[in-house]
């Protein structure tokens, strides 16, 4: 049995999803953030030394970062139907949206996170100096380049439905916290047709409904 240790308002909503669209039978071990922090609590450390979420067990093999995770599952428990053939297009594009989902997507919007709570946690003599530094990092870094990625996945998927080609597949499940969490940051409008089209999608499939059942519902800021 997989055992998924999920925290809430997580990446590891993502793995739930993944094991539902495979159809593999899994275990959930909640985690709650702390209130105050809204860090994991300290019992995830003794799954991994980081002590973050998501993290698997799959008998005695445990796997953490939502990349690796999913990489394992498809090699693992393979013919699902959710990679497309390595050395494809297809499968080239799949490799490259697998890894940019956690690295170039994730980096502005957790910077727009960051800057974003600075001045209210910030001490009341100092905050406004924080909140003009944080409105100047805001406008003048990171909200044009959520613009640039942003408008680069709209164009992306004018040339196909999904990420990696005509066919849904695990990249999508990758794509999916970016996009929502650039939807809750700034939602898409009629400039975005595609990116809501993809949400609406995602968020229609069983698997992905069938997952928030079993995690619970996520923010995605």
């Known amino acids: ?46 799954i ?3 002590g973050k979420s998501p993290v698997i067990q ?3 093999i445990v796997v953490a970062e939502t990349g690796a995770i999913v990489e394992y599952l498809l090699e693992a428990y393979p013919g699902r139907g959710l990679k497309p053939q390595p ?27 960051i800057f974003g709570q600075l001045p ?4 009341g003599l100092v905050r406004p100096l924080v909140k003009a530094i944080s409105n100047k990092a805001q406008t003048g870094f990171i909200d044009p380049q959520i613009a640039s990625h942003t ?4 164009a992306e998927l004018t040339k196909s439905a999904w990420f990696a080609g005509e066919t849904f597949s695990a990249a999508d499940i990758m794509m999916s916290f970016p996009l929502e969490a650039g939807a809750s940051r700034a939602p898409y409008g009629k400039d975005k047709p595609r990116l809501k089209a ?3 999608a995602i968020h229609a499939r069983p698997a992905y409904q069938q997952a928030l059942e079993r995690g619970g519902p996520y923010a995605y800021a």
């Open 87 to 113: 050395g494809s297009p297809e499968g080239r594009r799949f490799t490259y949206w697998l890894h940019y989902a956690e690295g170039s997507a994730m980096t502005p919007l957790l910077l727009k996170l």
């Open 1 to 46: 049995m997989i055992v998924v240790h999920h925290l809430n308002n997580s990446r590891s909503q993502r793995v739930l999803w993944l094991l539902e669209e495979m159809g593999l039978p899994y275990e959930v071990k909640r985690y709650g953030r702390d209130a105050k922090t809204m860090l994991a609590p300290p019992e995830l450390r003794a």
């Open 198 to 200: 993809f949400l609406t």
């Open 151 to 154: 408008a680069y996945w709209e």
């Open 120 to 123: 209210t946690r910030s001490p």
């Open 48 to 50: 991994h030394p980081l």
């Open 58 to 60: 799959d008998g005695d």
